[in-house]
């Protein structure tokens, strides 16, 4: 067991892309912390690594707002100890035409995505560099790099994450903490369902994906468990993408 007592806490865990990696870390003997808006999802989430063996806990909590973030880590503390392993998965799109986005759009897209990822790191970050020890790891897109329409607001709150992600693995890596980014290309979830029938569905757009398929929630937990990896301990402030060779930015 790779992960055996480690506390790791998945933001938007519920379903997707934090499921999947919740179930991972939950079989490599991790203690998980489901984290998502919607607790209800977040609970079967914690049945499914319990009935596999796994220790798990499911926290409600808006990771918008820094005070309920704050409150899940102290409760995750009591239960589990400090967060060793945080992935910055929740993430919110807006699909539309820039000039048709509301101040409303850019508050959730950034919210979610950006800020989200900064009251996390803010609440596990000062226990990380006094154990001397710690992974972070943001699910961010390769809209962040290259930029793609109809997800304007997307694409700038994920560059954020992604310019963040190497600011704050520069600060941490003396503390032998690392942080790391993952691109993700179209990942089959019910959150991309929408995107996926607005592009004419899933057969058009594999045409443009090299590996021949879209890829799986799984895809993207094989990447995060290979950066929260001891052997990965050198690896900091990278980014990569999962995508089946759809994005390749250097
Ligand atoms: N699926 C893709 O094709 C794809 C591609 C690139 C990047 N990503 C990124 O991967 C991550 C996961 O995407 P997904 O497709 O699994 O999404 P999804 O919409 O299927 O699931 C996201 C989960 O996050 C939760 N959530 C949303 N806002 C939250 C908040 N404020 N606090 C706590 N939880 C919240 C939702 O309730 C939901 O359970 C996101 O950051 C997304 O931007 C996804």
Request: glycine share 12%; net charge negative.
């Given at each position: 067991m790779k992960f055996k007592d480690k506390v790791v806490l998945v933001t938007g865990a519920g379903r997707g892309i934090g499921r999947a990696i919740a179930l991972a870390f939950g079989k490599e003997g991790a203690k998980v912390v489901v984290n998502d808006l919607?607790?209800?999802?977040?609970?079967?989430?914690?049945?499914?690594?319990?009935?596999?063996?796994?220790?798990a806990m499911a926290i409600k909590a808006d990771i918008t707002k820094l005070e309920e973030v704050q409150k899940m880590v102290d409760e995750v503390k009591?239960?589990?100890?400090?967060?060793?392993?945080?992935?910055?998965?929740?993430?919110?799109?807006?699909?539309?035409?820039?000039?048709?986005?509301?101040?409303?759009?850019?508050q959730k897209?950034?919210?979610?995505?950006?800020?989200?990822?900064?009251?996390?790191?803010?609440?596990?970050?000062?226990?990380?560099?006094?154990?001397?020890?710690?992974?972070?790891?943001?699910?961010?897109?390769?809209?962040?790099?290259?930029?793609e329409p109809f997800l304007s607001v997307y694409s700038g709150a994920k560059a954020a994450v992604i310019a963040f992600g190497k600011a704050l693995a520069k600060e941490v890596a003396r503390y032998d903490v690392t942080v790391n980014n993952i691109a993700?290309?179209?990942?089959?979830?019910?959150?991309?369902?929408?995107?996926?029938?607005?592009?004419g569905g899933e057969e058009k757009l594999i045409k443009a994906y090299p590996r021949g398929r879209l890829g799986e929630p799984e895809d993207i937990a094989n990447g995060v468990l290979f950066f929260a990896a001891d052997e990965s301990d050198y690896i900091t402030g990278q980014t990569i993408s999962i995508s089946g060779g759809y994005t390749t930015v250097g």
């Open positions: 919607n607790l209800d999802s977040a609970n079967e989430v914690v049945k499914e690594i319990e009935s596999n063996g796994g220790a009591q239960k589990f100890g400090s967060v060793d392993i945080l992935v910055n998965n929740a993430g919110y799109w807006t699909i539309k035409l820039f000039k048709d986005t509301t101040p409303e759009d850019w897209d950034i919210g979610v995505c950006y800020i989200g990822t900064l009251n996390c790191c803010k609440a596990v970050i000062d226990d990380m560099i006094e154990k001397r020890y710690g992974r972070i790891i943001n699910i961010v897109s390769d809209a962040g790099r290259i930029g993700a290309g179209v990942t089959k979830t019910p959150g991309v369902e929408s995107f996926l029938k607005g592009v």
